[in-house]
């Protein structure tokens, strides 16, 4: 008799409920990326709303259509959240359609828990109460989205962006699909041993299934941020032990370079007694071209960085790259070795890159000053660049090369190690050059120094 009851003044979820749980879901989402959307302003908000009145007119028009075509509306649903998720947010397809699930599972949560907690004060008073339906529907949306955003900030805010993977991502169509299958089997076959004939059953099952379902789908998230996390620390561990290897195997050959460069330097005297001008100058001249390029002449005041120059000197003066360095090295003093190497290391890597890459060959220069600003150690290396670079949501450039998965590594390494000891990081690309700037604080007792 209560089941009736229940059935009398409780149908299912409305579908004007349904879409507005959809909307709110895609709403959200587009709060986690304000600096990845494709439209802002009252274009965005113009897109919502059409969003919204698709969702209606969509749900509203099927409202009536016979059972078999209730999971493919559902399918059409999902399909109009996905578009609209692509034209508004600058991810790729593959985390569209991840972020898409997530949405459409936390929708469906909503609007389960808001149409149960309805029906059970629908089924006390046993009438309708307009004032009460609404209060309901905004306290277990606030509840649903708020406590799903919180999550969902922390993730984004305390670790770095995901890169969706069509790997990544078929797992989670998967369970979207089998926990939304569950959860409205009873509405769809209600006599089978694994559903129920019971309303209020129907509803509970539903709404922990759900429950359970977005539960499952965080713990994914935050697998992936994890596993992430491990490979980057790997790939970032990795890169640390190379700059450090090759800085020692600079240190071990810079004795060897500086005998050789002296000796070359008496060789001189003795080329210039040659008989023939024509053959003498040109030896001569081939051999101060070569002296050019292993000339330790850095004298940074820290060997650590003048050690690092004297590696980069072969690379630079290969790729016809103009070279300027004003550091004072003693600042660097209170920096680990391994820091410095890899600050040094990776800026001067990437700089010669970009400008190796300049076509106009007396345009290729690097600069590079180590100097103090105020408080502030200041590290600064500046290249010329051809074109312009894509900058990322953070202000970092991203990379140009095609499998960007095992790239950037290089930035993560500069960032994390100023990271600490307080620094900070800066990026800029004006007029044709591109600019990369560290402050790291430099600690009390060495200021007055």
């Avoid at 209606?56 to 609209?84: D, I, K, R, Y």
């Avoid at 460069?261 to 007694?273: I, N, S, V």
Wanted: net charge neutral; charged share 20%.
């Amino acid at each position: 008799m209560l089941d009736k009851y229940m059935s009398s003044v409780s149908p299912d979820i409305p579908r004007l409920l349904t879409a507005l749980a959809e909307w709110c879901a895609c709403m959200v989402c587009l709060s986690l990326f304000p600096r990845r959307r494709r439209v802002r302003g009252l274009t965005l908000a113009a897109w919502s709303f059409f969003l919204l009145l698709v969702l209606v007119c969509f749900l509203v028009l099927t409202e009536g259509s016979v059972l078999l075509l209730w999971f493919p509306c559902m399918v059409g649903v999902f399909l109009v959240m996905f578009l609209f998720l692509s034209l508004t947010l600058d991810l790729s397809a593959p985390d569209v359609v991840y972020r898409t699930c997530m949405s459409f599972m936390v929708s469906e949560l909503a609007a389960s828990l808001t149409w149960q907690i309805d029906s059970y004060g629908r089924m006390i008073t046993g009438r309708v109460i307009p004032a009460a339906e609404t209060a309901i529907t905004v306290l277990a949306f606030a509840l649903v989205f708020g406590v799903c955003q919180t999550i969902s900030c922390q993730y984004i805010k305390n670790r770095a962006p995901l890169e969706i993977t069509w790997r990544d991502c078929l797992p989670q169509v998967i369970l979207t699909l089998v926990i939304f299958s569950a959860s409205n089997l009873s509405f769809v076959l209600p006599h089978t041993p694994f559903t129920s004939q019971g309303l209020r059953d129907i509803h509970n099952l539903r709404t922990a299934i759900d429950l359970a379902g977005v539960a499952i789908i965080y713990a994914f998230m935050s697998r992936l941020y994890d596993l992430r996390a491990e490979r980057e620390l790997l790939e970032t561990g990795n890169i640390l032990k190379a700059q450090y290897e090759t800085y020692r195997s600079y240190q071990e050959s810079i004795d060897l370079i500086n005998m050789k460069y002296h000796d070359l330097k008496h060789q001189l005297d003795g080329l210039r007694g040659e008989t023939d001008p024509v053959k003498r100058e040109a030896w001569i001249d081939a051999m101060e071209e070569e002296l050019r390029a292993y000339k330790p002449e850095r004298q940074t005041g820290s060997p650590v960085l003048d050690t690092i120059l004297s590696g980069k000197m072969v690379r630079l003066h290969n790729s016809k790259i103009t070279f300027t360095c004003v550091a004072d090295g003693k600042l660097l003093d209170f920096l680990h070795v391994m820091d410095i190497c890899t600050i040094f290391g990776n800026a001067l890597d990437n700089a010669i890159e970009a400008a190796a890459l300049v076509e106009e060959e007396d345009r290729r220069m690097v600069h590079m000053s180590v100097s103090r600003k105020k408080q502030f150690l200041m590290i600064t290396v500046r290249n010329t660049m051809e074109g312009s670079l894509n900058m990322g949501p953070e202000g970092e450039p991203l990379t140009t090369k095609q499998d960007t998965r095992y790239h950037g590594f290089g930035l993560k390494s500069i960032r994390q190690s100023a990271a600490k000891y307080g620094g900070t990081i800066h990026f800029e690309q004006k007029e044709g050059f591109f600019t990369l700037q560290i402050l790291i604080p430099i600690p009390r007792d060495l200021l007055a120094d």
